[in-house]
């Protein structure tokens, strides 16, 4: 029952957030503008330094706890990640070649305000980059199985236990807050009553299409495993609301955990091992959000869809560049450009129009990449821990 009331009252001050900062950045001038954005530098700054070490923290024990199991795991995890990413996308290239056509779609934006650039800085570098402290976290984990080091296998259990207190007491504190500079910062521009009437229909034709890609994940993942997925998806709502407003499937992970865990259908092992990961290689909602506003845009600059060849390349390719994309606002669509003007053809205009679309939406499709994740999470207990033989117990959510 505390469970419950910890997420609701988390869900509540995420809301409280969303709105507040909608409204102020509404209202408020240049001078008290430049506050907020100096407060959002900072806090974005303390979220993502702790990112790096929630990772190594989380997903090197519990590679370690699988033992000889965690190098299929692995393999496996990233091969969902992947399959995942082409599976959306080229449901969405479909659902481009079926809708797009009977579409009309404005061809111009206005100009957004500018934000002031923050008058103090606080720059906290992250200790490593997020692919960097994935690959640690793998290499450390292999390592302690391999070489059967029980002394660095109890140390990093520690480690678990200091990240998941800095988690609960610092950073899922901050995200609240954080959420609310960042609708100030949209509202203030004027991408909430400027860009979202022009876009509007195209965004939503790609939030129903999260929730139906989310659908067929879940669905898979409850034959899979043999467990009902409602048990997993039905905590996810904070994960989801934090990801809206953080944009950030980095900066969402701590809430991620902590709903993932509450989870009875999801072991120990396997959330602390999924969720951090899916956070890194998971971006099945931005990948097929990126893949039919390409579409949109080509129709709407260059008169025509690429052809169905080109959009099969691209989407194979698109899904190794999503793994290794980094869950950071716009990581996904910022490592596809190389593929947007050489595969689909974009010239300058056609990139800047894309980063101006996505950078919209991008908090739906964040969403979905970490509610995503909780789906990959319950495929692997079907695959390698349908028993429940990798910890004693499961989560404590009823």
Not at 196 to 225: K, R
Not at 268 to 281: H, R, S, Y
Request: hydrophobic letters at 55%; a neutral charge.
């Amino acid at each position: 029952m505390a469970e419950r009331k910890n997420d609701f009252g988390l869900i509540i001050k995420l809301l409280v957030g969303l709105v507040a900062g909608a409204a102020i950045g509404r209202y408020v001038g240049p001078a008290l503008m430049d506050v907020i954005v100096s407060l959002k530098h900072v806090l974005g700054q303390i979220i993502f330094y702790a990112v790096p070490l929630v990772i190594i923290g989380f997903i090197a024990p519990a590679i370690a706890r699988l033992g000889r199991q965690a190098s299929t795991l692995l393999l496996t995890a990233i091969v969902l990640a992947y399959l995942s990413s082409v599976g959306a996308a080229a449901f969405s290239a479909v659902s481009g070649y079926i809708i797009i056509p009977h579409l009309s779609i404005p061809t111009a934006l206005e100009n957004l305000i500018p934000l002031p650039k923050p008058s103090f800085v606080l720059d906290i570098p992250p200790v490593m980059p997020v692919m960097s402290a994935l690959v640690t976290a793998l290499v450390i984990g292999i390592g302690v199985v391999w070489a059967r080091a029980e002394a660095i296998s109890s140390l990093l259990a520690e480690l678990e236990r200091v990240m998941t207190l800095v988690v609960t007491r610092i950073i899922i504190p901050l995200l609240p807050f954080f959420v609310g500079t960042t609708f100030a910062e949209l509202s203030y521009e004027g991408r909430l009553t400027v860009q979202l009437p022009i876009f509007l229909a195209v965004i939503l034709i790609a939030i129903v299409g999260h929730f139906i890609w989310l659908g067929v994940l879940y669905a898979i993942a409850g034959a899979v495993s043999g467990r009902n997925p409602a048990r997993v998806f039905r905590y996810y709502l904070p994960a989801y609301l934090t990801a809206v407003g953080t944009m950030s499937s980095a900066a969402t992970l701590p809430v991620s955990l902590a709903c993932a865990r509450r989870s009875p259908a999801l072991s120990k092992t396997m959330t602390e091992f999924m969720i951090p990961l899916g956070a890194t290689v998971h971006l099945c909602g931005s990948v097929l959000t990126e893949t039919f506003f390409i579409m949109t845009i080509s129709q709407m600059l260059y008169g025509s869809l690429p052809s169905v060849g080109t959009m099969a390349l691209f989407i194979i390719l698109f899904g190794v560049f999503a793994v290794g994309a980094p869950g950071v606002p716009g990581g996904t669509v910022m490592a596809s450009i190389g593929l947007v003007t050489s595969v689909i053809g974009f010239d300058a205009a056609g990139v800047a129009l894309l980063l101006a679309i996505f950078a919209l939406q991008d908090s739906f499709g964040t969403a979905c990449n970490v509610t995503g994740d909780g789906a990959l999470a319950l495929i692997l207990e079907g695959l390698f821990n349908r028993d429940g033989q990798m910890d004693s117990s499961f989560g404590t959510g009823a």
